[in-house]
């Protein structure tokens, strides 16, 4: 870096260099960025197919070997088992629970009549009942 | 803690058959669609429910249910002499000055005071593991199923709780001060519907989806059924086909529900119910009757739906603070709906994701 039109300004030929320039060199500037071109494209058409080989194989290792029932849709579930959205299950019309206060307790009790076991349940409601 | 118990039988287990249950025995639950399968059965002092898709899912989902909550029950029952957490109020750890015990706890006792430990920080104390002393004062000192053959009483003077702040978790070694009664109530609940999902859906291979409620604390995991599993909100079960009763969805997390309509009993004269203030050792007083709460996890909702009930007239500024989804209904049977919950029948409550409670609850 000692000087500074070298670095700057111009090609500099090395000393002792006297040997003809390669035949690039020579090439005309369009010859030059239609090669560059041409690699660049290559080299995209190789990316592009590479990068869809391995997403297929991805794609086929994260299906699970058994996967649900044939009810089932495509939506995926996350590795903890965590849904993903309400749009792939079976279609269930009617509520299945209830979220409510666990007030309503069961006391089970069996006791035998005749040689039978019977088992009586007494659900315990509440005691002040809806106000 | 799954997979290792027989599928059990269950009773009643033929499209219409209603065969008299046995105890501890599941009994099919017809609900009018045939692509889930649904069953219950009793389980610590009040009931659990479980509906799988595909259907033939159902006898491994109890069974890993069953494991779910035998194990929860012996390590935090307040009313089985031999559950861990029993053992924990008998044992003498420390002598004075000490005043101070420390126990070596399982891994399922100490997952869950650790919830309860973290659902009191989150909610300033409403929700308060050491409400033990005061339920006891209050008479809800055995399973509740018992409260009610018991004549009434005088009622001793409220203890207020000590404070979740004395109490020391650190892994599985517990701090717990002399004369110190946890009471696991505001989200061991949760906790077991949410260790029961998870453990349905392992034991299934992650195949279709479950719910599970566990008095009524309700958790879901894998793939719902479209639009949603179909889920009933109401102050009690015998409330279900009520007007005031809402339909809602629920396709991921948790819907838990707290309410002084239930679990009520006398002493003295006076009417009491479970939802204690942690501050005055009283059953809480506020405006509402029941409060519904939508979590990533059911022990977030469990917490957050029995610290709504304690804050009172604050609980809207509460619930509001923390984005979660919840219906409060007044004493006068006035509805609120809060975060996004809906205010139609038959729409998906959305559940904002990540857990203030309980890491291990996973989503």
């Known amino acids: 870096m000692d000087s500074e039109s070298g670095y700057h300004g111009r090609r500099v030929r090395l000393p002792g260099y006297d040997a003809a320039e390669p035949a690039e060199s020579t090439k005309a500037p369009g010859d030059v960025i239609r090669h560059v071109r041409r690699l660049s494209n290559w080299t995209a058409a190789a990316l592009l197919v590479g990068t869809g080989a391995a997403a297929v194989a991805l794609a086929h290792q994260a299906i699970p070997a058994a996967g649900p029932a044939p009810q089932a849709g495509t939506t995926a579930t996350s590795p903890s088992g965590a849904s993903q959205a309400g749009t792939s299950g079976p279609q269930v019309s009617h509520s299945v629970a209830t979220t409510t206060a666990s007030g309503v307790t069961v006391t089970t009790t069996t006791r035998t009549v005749n040689g039978k076991a019977v088992v009586t349940q007494v659900r315990n409601g509440p005691v002040n009942g809806d106000n | 803690m799954t997979g290792k118990a027989s599928p059990p039988e269950l009773a009643g287990s033929g499209p219409a058959s209603l065969e008299p249950p046995g105890p501890g025995s599941w009994r099919r639950v017809l609900t009018g669609d045939d692509t889930v399968a649904v069953a219950e059965r009793d389980a610590l002092g009040t009931d659990a429910r479980v509906a799988v898709w595909p259907p033939e899912n159902l006898r491994a989902g109890c069974a890993a249910v069953d494991d779910v909550l035998g194990a929860l029950d012996a390590q935090a029952s307040r009313f089985r002499a031999d559950s861990e957490l029993s053992w924990l109020h008998r044992a003498d750890g420390g002598r004075p000055p000490l005043r101070e015990r420390l126990f070596l706890l399982s891994d399922g006792l100490a997952e869950a ?150 679990r009520c009993w006398r002493r003295g004269g006076q009417e009491l119910h479970h939802i204690v203030d942690p501050r005055t050792g009283l059953p809480a007083d506020g405006p509402w009757r029941t409060v519904s709460a939508a979590a990533a996890t059911c022990a977030d909702a469990n917490a957050a739906a029995t610290a709504a009930m304690v804050a009172g007239p604050h609980a809207e500024d509460w619930l509001a603070s923390t984005g979660l989804p919840a219906r409060l209904v007044r004493h006068d049977g006035q509805v609120h709906h809060l975060g996004g919950w809906p205010a139609a029948d038959g729409l998906p409550v959305p559940v904002p994701p990540g857990t203030h409670v309980y890491p291990g609850g996973r989503r």
């Open chain 2, 113 to 262: 005071v650790g919830v309860a430990l973290a659902a009191a920080r989150w909610t300033g104390g409403l929700a308060d593991p050491t409400v033990g002393a005061a339920l006891i004062a209050l008479g809800y000192d055995r399973d509740f199923a018992a409260i009610g053959q018991v004549p009434d009483e005088p009622r001793p003077a409220p203890v207020p709780a000590p404070g979740w702040e004395l109490v020391r978790l650190d892994g599985p070694l517990l701090r717990l001060p002399e004369n110190v009664r946890l009471d696991l109530g505001a989200t061991a609940k949760g906790v077991g519907s949410d260790r029961a999902v998870r453990a349905v859906m392992s034991v299934t291979e992650h195949s279709g989806g479950v719910l599970v409620s566990l008095g009524g604390d309700i958790a879901v995991d894998g793939t719902p059924p479209r639009d949603g599993w179909p889920v009933t909100v109401a102050d009690g079960p015998e409330h279900a086909g009520s007007p005031g009763a809402q339909l809602i969805r629920l396709t991921e997390g948790a819907v838990a529900t707290s309410s002084v309509t239930c």
